[in-house]
């Protein structure tokens, strides 16, 4: 297998948004869960997406985990390295993005590297090296406010600049619309002084063809799934699109689980709630009592037969201020692993159809459930695809990253999931 594109993804809702937007513009993808041992079958493909569990961990760990991805796709063939990080850039002061990017600069001896998070047909546009939501600035926007890595400054620069031993520099749209060629120039020169990574401006689709077109001649990019769809092109051509894998029904229940705190998870479930049953976790308890979540799955276990259920500890960022001073700084992670038990739980009651909101969620759950690889389906909703498990007894995903989808999402996915009731 000689692999076009190589990626690496910091979480696994950002690997699988990836991974969706490759197969649409062509490329046979498939995404695996960490570094694949040997012996996973993966077939004829054209790209694969290594996701990792990065973004929030200690820069050295995010570093280490990183090169040892590219170590295997290197070995894969790949020709072209794409860093994958959120659309949100988010990270602190001390990391992730610009320290992997460095470090895998320096393994690729890359002179200088492309950055930009931008993805307009989600909303995300670079101008003038500051990162908009929609018509807002970052900072002004709802998305600040991540639990984890809150993002107050909108000037990407700044931001790369502050978490990057080397210098950063800027590929703005004036450039960036006078097409590759211009691009190439531009990157060229800001080596030519010692920039090692540059953000560059998108603010519409054909900025991400031409951003792509340059990028995919280099080593290495870092972007969101916006640069996979300017590489994408640059790979296969414009205009040619992969056929959606018609895969075989798969039997067992459906359920929802709902980590995020995000607006748009949060009307998510309200859009749902009166439809289907609905589990509103009491934290607390969740954390506290070691009985809770067997009452939650028994809960469960009542329902699933008549259709899906929705199980969610979705809160406030207010609400998870207060748990994080109650419980301390590794609450979230204690969220977490209790939400993956309860998945786990789920799928030892027939669950086989599985949809998770919220990225450190989505991770937790895959982890837990062992799962090693998924081939991309269809889109439900823009970046969010659906996935069947590899290896193992077959089982239907959708991975959501909390700020991704419309009011219906969850209706929308299970749809997909060929869920009747």
């Known amino acids: 297998m000689s692999l076009k594109l190589g990626c690496i993804a910091d979480d696994y809702t950002g690997a699988s948004d990836l991974a969706n937007t490759l197969t649409r513009q062509g490329l046979r993808t498939i995404q695996t869960i960490g570094v694949p041992e040997a012996g996973l079958a993966l077939g004829e493909v054209d790209a ?10 200690p820069a050295a760990d995010a570093v280490a985990r990183s090169l040892g991805a590219l170590a295997w796709l290197r070995g894969e063939g790949a020709g072209h390295i794409m860093f994958k990080v959120c659309s949100t850039f988010d990270s602190t002061d001390a990391g992730n993005i610009g320290p992997v990017t ?26 003038q090296g ?41 590929v703005a749209l004036d450039c960036v619309e006078r097409g590759a060629a211009a691009i190439t120039a531009r990157l060229a020169a ?22 792509g077109e340059a990028a995919f001649a280099m080593r290495l990019s870092t972007g969101a799934s916006g640069l996979g769809l300017g590489l994408a092109r640059a790979a296969v051509g414009a205009g040619q699109a992969a056929a959606v894998p018609a895969w075989p029904d798969v039997d067992g229940h459906a359920a929802i689980i709902a980590g995020s ?33 067997a009452g939650m799955l028994a809960w469960a276990a009542e329902r699933l037969a008549d259709g899906p259920v929705l199980l969610g500890s979705s809160a406030t960022p207010a609400v998870v201020g207060r748990l994080q001073s109650v419980h ?16 786990a739980g789920l799928v030892g009651l027939g669950v086989r159809r599985l949809i998770v909101a919220g990225g450190e969620t989505s991770g937790a759950v895959i982890d837990r459930l062992g799962v090693t690889a998924f081939e991309i389906g269809g889109e439900i909703a823009p970046g969010v695809p659906l996935l069947r498990s590899l290896g193992g007894e077959m089982m239907l995903f959708a991975l959501k990253s909390g700020n991704f989808g419309g009011p219906g999402f969850f209706r929308a996915a299970l749809g997909a999931m060929r869920t009747r009731k």
Do not use: W
Request: some cysteine; glycine content about 8%; overall charge negative.
């Open 48 to 57: 694969v997406v290594v996701a990792l569990k990065t973004r929030s961990v």
């Open 102 to 127: 460095e470090a895998l600069a320096a393994a690729l001896d890359a002179s200088v590297v492309p950055v930009t998070p931008a993805f307009p047909e989600t909303g995300r546009t670079v101008f």
């Open 130 to 170: 500051h990162l908009f939501v929609g018509s807002r600035p970052l900072h002004e926007s709802p998305l600040k406010d991540h639990p984890l890595n809150p993002m107050r400054d909108s000037d990407l620069v700044r931001v790369l600049a502050r978490q990057s031993a080397q210098a950063v520099g800027l």
């Open 190 to 211: 800001l080596g030519d002084i010692g920039v090692r990574s540059a953000i560059v401006d998108a603010v519409a689709e054909r900025n991400l063809v031409s951003l």
């Open 261 to 293: 705190c995000s607006a748009a998870t949060l009307e998510q479930i309200d859009a749902v709630e009166g439809t289907l049953p609905v589990a509103r976790l009491d934290i607390d308890r969740l954390l506290g009592d070691a009985g809770y979540a």
């Open 328 to 343: 301390g700084a590794g609450a979230g992670a204690r969220i977490e692993a209790a939400l993956a038990e309860l998945a």
